[in-house]
């Protein structure tokens, strides 16, 4: 069909855009609640936002695109996909935004505030931020913060109250945009011990977003593939712990200080760096048979 574009007017160095919406499909959706995940401490956002889509078997409507971005394709089932793309549920008032990419702290304030003008012309009634945040334990938490001081009694009962602390990256500038703006906004921050991959963190977040919003979003097909990535997640340490410090950092070019050397930057990449001498991952969600 039809490839949709919306520009907007903001402009930064000349002409050029800092962030590019194309649709290839018109929302159907009407004054959604709009839920972004992009990577972060423990993939939160992105693990909880993919298999949401997965599992709700949302839409494809567009993707998102800025010379921000690395420049990076997502194949999925041998297909080129943005790595930021947008999806809905028109039956259950969502619309999705899953980024298999980080945003650089100094792009996340321009990347941060047109994703909120994108919330706005779609007409969201709320911006739902999921994340991480590491907590020396293992009780799987999930802490959360609001854009007005009125959604604090939509939260309190289901997540722990952020009382005091930082939330950092893109997904701080989105909250921080949306109380400048006055949108309605809820940032979810799975508690994860490390930095690592962490499924069960993003399991909780999403029954999180289950008691909040009454979506009825099954869990149980990533909790089945939590016990997996752990077992992986264990071996790729112990093969990064027989690898020597300056090995580790070669693996990497020093112009893309966004990108670790140690740890897959999404769900998706968890199994895109496998050669034969150097097995990394292979985690990406199983394709639904």
Do not use: W
Not at 11 to 29: A, F, M, Y
Not at 140 to 153: C, E, N, P, T
């Amino acid at each position: 069909g039809d490839v949709y574009k919306r520009q907007y007017q903001r402009r930064v160095h000349g002409d050029k855009e800092i962030v590019q919406v194309i649709l290839e499909k018109e929302p159907s959706v009407k004054n959604p609640i709009l839920i972004e995940g992009f990577p972060g401490i423990g993939l939160v956002g992105n693990i909880a936002s993919q298999y949401i889509v997965n599992e709700l078997k949302m839409t494809y409507l567009g993707a998102m695109s800025s010379r921000y971005f690395p420049p990076l394709a997502v194949l999925m089932s041998g297909v080129v996909n943005m790595p930021v793309r947008i999806y809905e549920d028109a039956a259950k008032g969502l619309v999705i935004l899953t980024a298999d990419i980080p945003v650089h702290p100094l792009a996340s304030y321009e990347i941060g505030k047109e994703i909120v003008s994108f919330a706005q012309s779609l007409g969201a009634r709320e911006m739902v931020c999921l994340a991480g945040i590491t907590v020396m334990g293992d009780e799987h938490r999930v802490f959360g913060a609001v854009s007005r001081q009125d959604l604090l009694d939509k939260i309190k009962d289901k997540a722990e109250i952020f009382e005091i602390g930082t939330i950092t990256g893109i997904t701080g500038s989105i909250m921080n945009e949306c109380r400048i703006r006055n949108l309605p906004a809820i940032c979810l921050l799975g508690e994860t011990a490390s930095a690592e991959p962490d499924p069960r963190a993003a399991i909780a977040t999403i029954e999180t977003l289950n008691k909040i919003y009454d979506l009825g979003i099954s869990t149980a097909k990533l909790s089945e593939q939590a016990e997996q990535i752990e077992v992986q997640m264990a071996q790729l340490a112990q093969q990064m712990k027989a690898t020597s410090p300056e090995e580790q950092q070669s693996q990497m070019p020093k112009e893309f200080p966004m990108y670790s050397a140690l740890i897959p930057v999404s769900y998706t990449h968890l199994r895109a760096h496998e050669t034969r001498e150097d097995l990394v991952c292979r985690l990406l969600l199983e394709k639904k048979k």
